[in-house]
């Protein structure tokens, strides 16, 4: 049978993930940079309390936005931790199926056939199919390593037409490790006002920044927030990323869009995980996010020595000062980025992800994850200094 026919147009067109590819080819022989998840478990208060709500009997829906308390939870969370306020109730918080699920619903909402989202790239793998799927066009705009990989405002306005529905911003970055600064941000929401165009932003990686900075949100400058949907989730910030538990945050009308789909296709996010998200920010709101610092702590050596270790190899690796990945550059080997990737892993059982599978503004890079340990960081290394001498 021909089955070929049967599948739609669309999905057909959207290529395969370039991360997944290398996953697929792990064992115990190869040592991973390249996956995207914490490798601390999810602290013990919140595993505890979604326990005791599986041993209570009965696990049943909440509501299609969520639990009333867990929404509450985080308006507080939003507003105590990066001055975002003033929304107008629990209302304007969507519990999701994960971050990801809050992107898709997000674009599904907005968008009519032959819209256009603005992306910056490099970007996630996820951003571009999620317009694809709802029918709109996305249109990417390079960031570039001399610009510490920001977007700049003017490359912002000169990709704004009468298409244009809205802007896709995704800092601290998957996977360049880029952050955006309260100025960068002035001048992005300066453009947002003139144009009238809307925002999403997905702020998955908020919590994970160094160097002393604090993320920025666009939602928590002036005029901002009614422009701006926020989209997060418990998966970077508190090991739980098997959980699958997002949520979005934004202007109410935006917001019952977006929970209409959500009630049609998914119902509810699972509800153990929404007891665990309970607990995650109550256990936060009482110890100062102590877990979630020592966290960052770690990574924040992990990512000294991953730097310094590509640099001291000669692959330039631009300083992330959030997420927990680096994106060092790797042209002086004369080769692209595929190509590095799949040598290193052949010959070495290294693997990292080509820098082209996150937009053709990644070609020349590879990016690399410090969610691993220092044993692992530095095994790799040996590999990797010894894949660069057999060039």
Same mark, same amino acid.
């Given at each position: 049978?021909?089955? !070929? ?26 040592? $991973?940079?390249? *996956?995207?998840?914490?490798? =601390? ?19 049943? @829906? ?19 931790? =990066? ?8 209302? !304007? *918080?969507?519990?999701? *199926? ?16 032959? !819209? ?37 405002? !003017? ?13 896709l911003l995704a800092f601290p $970055? ?7 600064e309260k100025e960068d941000l ?5 453009? *947002? ?11 998955? @990686? ?20 009614? /422009? ?10 508190? $090991? ?63 990512? /000294? ?5 590509f640099n001291a190899l000669g ?11 680096? =994106? ?29 599978? =996150? ?33």
């Amino acid at each position: 049978m021909d089955y !070929d026919r049967y599948i739609a147009t669309v999905v057909k067109q959207i290529p395969p993930s370039g991360i997944r590819k290398y996953f697929d080819l792990l064992d115990e022989s190869h040592i $991973s940079l390249g *996956v995207g998840e914490p490798d =601390f478990p999810t602290p013990e208060r919140i595993r505890q309390a979604a326990l005791k709500k599986m041993s209570s009997g009965r696990i049943a @829906y909440t509501s299609n936005s969520g639990d009333p308390h867990l929404r509450e939870l985080i308006l507080r969370y939003l507003d105590e931790r =990066f001055d975002i306020r003033g929304y107008s109730g629990i209302d !304007d *918080v969507l519990i999701t *199926v994960g971050a990801s699920q809050a992107i898709d619903l997000a674009m599904r909402a907005i968008i009519n056939p032959g !819209d256009e989202v603005i992306i910056h790239e490099p970007s996630y793998v996820s951003y571009i199919p999620a317009v694809d799927l709802a029918g709109g066009v996305a249109v990417t705009v390079p960031t570039c390593a001399e610009d510490r990989f920001r977007l700049r405002a !003017d490359v912002l306005r000169a990709a704004i037409t009468e298409k244009t529905k809205a802007l896709l911003l995704a800092f601290p $970055s998957n996977p360049t490790g880029a952050i955006m600064e309260k100025e960068d941000l002035e001048a992005i929401a300066e453009v *947002v006002r003139e144009t009238g165009i809307f925002v999403i932003t997905d702020e998955i @990686y908020a919590e994970l920044t160094y160097n002393g900075k604090r993320h920025v949100s666009l939602a928590s400058l002036p005029g901002m927030r009614e /422009r701006t949907v926020v989209l997060n989730g418990f998966s970077k910030a508190f $090991s739980m990323t098997g959980w699958r538990l997002g949520y979005a945050a934004g202007p109410s009308p935006i917001i019952a869009a977006m929970r209409k789909i959500h009630q049609l296709t998914m119902l509810c996010a699972p509800t153990p995980a929404q007891i665990a998200g309970i607990a995650a920010l109550e256990q936060g709101f009482e110890d100062g996010f102590a877990d979630t610092t020592a966290m960052v702590e770690e990574y924040a050596r992990r990512r /000294r020595i991953m730097i310094d270790g590509f640099n001291a190899l000669g692959l330039t690796c631009n300083e992330p000062e959030g997420a927990f990945y680096v =994106f060092p550059c790797i042209r002086s080997t004369g080769m692209r980025s595929e190509a590095f990737c799949d040598a290193l892993l052949a010959k070495e059982k290294v693997v990292t992800v080509p820098g082209d599978a =996150f937009g053709a503004a990644g070609e020349g890079f590879i990016r690399c994850c410090y969610a691993t340990s220092v044993e692992d960081i530095e095994r790799a290394f040996e590999r990797i200094g010894a894949f660069m001498r057999s060039l």
